[in-house]
């Protein structure tokens, strides 16, 4: 179809914020629009520069005759810490302190607007890393991992209590809970992962870490590759915690049931974002 510059522009931006992390190459737009490629690249040049002007991500070009433009999902350090302060606001509120002081989480979980704000300033942690696919436990963790792997372009893998007839084979180990201490089992079906693929494990909660650690544990026995770990809560007040490097968006210092009161404040994501 032939278009003005001005359709072609709103088509273009459509294309390729649903298609992140793609590359794309230059005659897919040229022959969808009936142009030159000279005119593709100087619609793509504005693209990417309002893109960048409003924190919406890049484009990055590779010449060659393999060669095209990829969208790269981003947000600045601005809007991250916006997300991370709405977030430590939220879970901060009283009345989400559940018997046992748990906390209820399922309105933020189920928010599809803020978890895709959520799954965009994870994306944005990652984007200079190679990953392949992001596993998550059941339950609470698929709807998070589903937002991040909506930015990155790569499938979800769910690891599971039990094994389920529907999967097929399955891979199982045993694992000891950080914060309970007692020996759990954790389950992923065989065809879930290829052998030397680039894990992102992300959860929902850490508290010891004793389930990511064994999510670590269980790429072993697929032969893959761990590429990072992402959790949008964890727990400040444990004596030892059993994974190290990670990158967590809100840090829960302090639940008091008799009080009800719940002290939150940013996690570590903000201070890794300047670093980078």
Do not use: W
Request: glycine share 8%; net charge neutral.
């Amino acid at each position: 179809m032939k278009l003005r510059r001005s359709g072609r522009l709103v088509d273009m931006t459509h294309y390729l914020l649903q298609h992140p992390q793609v590359l794309v190459p230059l005659s897919l737009f040229a022959d969808r629009y009936g142009s030159a490629k000279s005119s593709i690249s100087e619609d793509l040049g504005i693209v990417k520069q309002t893109f960048e002007a409003q924190g919406v991500g890049t484009l990055v070009t590779i010449p060659g005759a393999a060669g095209g433009v990829k969208f790269i999902p981003s947000v600045s350090k601005e809007e991250a810490a916006e997300v991370v302060n709405s977030l430590c606001e939220a879970i901060a509120k009283p009345e989400r302190l559940l018997p046992g002081g748990y906390l209820y989480m399922t309105d933020i979980l189920g928010n599809p607007r803020l978890l895709n704000k959520i799954g965009k300033v994870f994306a944005t942690a990652f984007n200079d890393k190679k990953v392949d696919v992001i596993m998550t436990m059941a339950t609470k963790g698929i709807p998070l991992a589903h937002a991040v792997a909506s930015f990155l372009d790569v499938p979800v893998v769910i690891v599971r209590r039990d094994s389920r007839v529907t999967e097929g084979s399955t891979v199982s180990i045993n694992y000891v809970s950080g914060s309970s201490k007692r020996i759990q089992t954790m389950v992923l079906a065989k065809r879930s992962l290829e052998t030397g693929a680039n894990v992102l494990i992300i959860d929902d909660f850490m508290k010891a870490g004793g389930t990511v650690n064994g999510m670590v544990n269980l790429l072993g026995e697929f032969q893959a590759n761990l590429a990072g770990i992402g959790v949008l809560v964890e727990s400040e007040n444990m004596e030892e915690k059993l994974i190290r490097d990670y990158i967590s968006l809100v840090q829960l210092d302090n639940v008091n049931a008799l009080e009800k009161s719940i002290e939150v404040k940013p996690g570590n994501l903000l201070t890794y974002l300047n670093q980078k």
